[in-house]
């Protein structure tokens, strides 16, 4: 059942291309260049309507909201927020029937996300959930349910579905951003050229998934890991951090890099190594200062960088590197190495990889 892999996580990792090519299946019109995402029944005028856009989620899923929120100010030009849901359902927030609410889980039960919903059911703003499981609470809960359709994950780590939820966010950004005329028909088309290289793209980086093995090899005895990256990146280096935590008990912080010289920093030396996420987009040259601030203190960086990146793979003391992609989908592909790489380390570490301590894989409780 775990197809020839020796755990589900790593079998639930290598399906990443296939859960991609599940969430794009019958929502985008690849000839014209359009996402149609038919499962969000509402008219062109309608979605123009919309005036504010909330995501929230719990754990990976929080992490997805946040790359969420960047997608749909980016593509859609739409004021965006995240936020966990179990600080949202407890304050009083503001919704109107102009705010559109995106719920996501892998499970559907998650309990402080199931609560959240339920307060915006009360307040006639719109809800919209992203989950894998058609039949759970969150998905009858929601006016609309986009559903990956990836295959049950097993692993308590969550990975494709994660990639599922970005997938089914690009999707959701770029209709509302057609829906107001913020995307005009060539910068669709091109964004569709993007999501149609996606799955191959993933792939790609998966064929060379042994090349972590090593990395994980030589640091799997440290104590504490620093994850960085910037803008739709910074998630991705949160969620990279969080996969650490769960499955190899190792303490991982992650922090926006710019928030580096106001704290963190202090932390560097030759015993904590840096995980830095920067691919060739807007904010390359800040993550090259953020880097090369680490090296100058004597810490070891470990880099996810786009392919032939010359300039920062000198610098840094290692290298993974990613297809090169747009830039609303790089979170997609700069995700998979540091899966692998908390992967391998937990395994190293002889965790109990599939069912962690302290965990299960769906959290029903408050
Ligand atoms: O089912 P959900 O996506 O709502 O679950 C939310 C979190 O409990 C979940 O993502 C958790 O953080 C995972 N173990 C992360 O790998």
């Known amino acids: 059942e775990r197809g020839g892999y020796r755990h589900f996580m790593l079998k639930e990792i290598m399906e990443q291309p296939q859960a991609v090519t599940a969430a ?71 919704l109107d029937p102009s705010t559109l609410v995106v719920a996501i889980g892998q499970s559907g039960e998650t309990a402080d996300t199931v609560a959240a919903m339920e307060t915006v059911r009360q307040s006639g703003a719109r809800l919209v959930t992203i989950c894998n499981a058609p039949n759970s609470q969150a998905a009858r809960l929601a006016d609309h349910a986009l559903l990956m359709g990836c295959g049950v994950e097993i692993g308590v780590a969550s990975t494709k579905t994660f990639l599922s939820s970005l997938t089914l966010l ?20 091109k964004l569709v050229e993007g999501l149609a290289r996606l799955p191959g793209n993933v792939a790609q980086l998966l064929e060379s998934a042994d090349d972590v093995e090593p990395l994980a090899r030589s640091y799997y005895g440290r104590n504490n890991f620093l994850y960085l990256g910037r803008g739709i990146n910074a998630p991705v280096a949160t969620e990279g951090a969080l996969k650490l935590k769960e499955i190899s008990y190792i303490h991982a912080e992650a922090y926006a890099a710019g928030e580096m010289k106001h704290g963190p920093i202090a932390l560097i030396d030759h ?61 997609l592909l700069a995700t998979v190495p540091l899966q692998l790489f908390a992967y391998h380390i937990a395994v190293r570490r002889g965790c109990d990889v599939d069912q962690p301590r302290n965990l299960a894989k769906s959290v029903t409780v408050e």
Not at 177 to 189: E, I, N, Q
Not at 278 to 307: F, H, S, W
């Open 170 to 189: 690009n999707l959701l950004a770029m209709r509302l951003g057609t829906a107001r005329s913020h995307l005009g028909s060539a910068a669709s088309r």
């Open 24 to 94: 794009l299946r019958d929502r985008v019109d690849f000839g014209r260049g359009l996402v149609t995402l038919p499962d969000l029944t509402l008219t062109d005028r309608e979605l123009a309507g919309v005036s504010r856009v909330v995501l929230i989620g719990c754990g990976t899923s929080l992490n997805a909201a946040h790359v969420g929120r960047h997608l749909v100010e980016r593509l859609a030009g739409i004021p965006a927020e995240a936020e966990s849901a179990s600080e949202f359902r407890y304050r009083e927030p503001f």
């Open 271 to 331: 015993a904590m190594p840096t995980l830095a996420i920067a691919p060739q987009d807007g904010l390359y040259d800040k993550m090259a200062n953020n880097i090369q601030e680490v090296k100058a203190r004597d810490g070891d960086v470990l880099a996810v960088l786009t392919q032939g990146d010359d300039r920062l793979s000198d610098l840094v003391d290692h290298s993974v590197f990613i297809p090169e992609t747009a830039p609303n989908l790089t979170p």
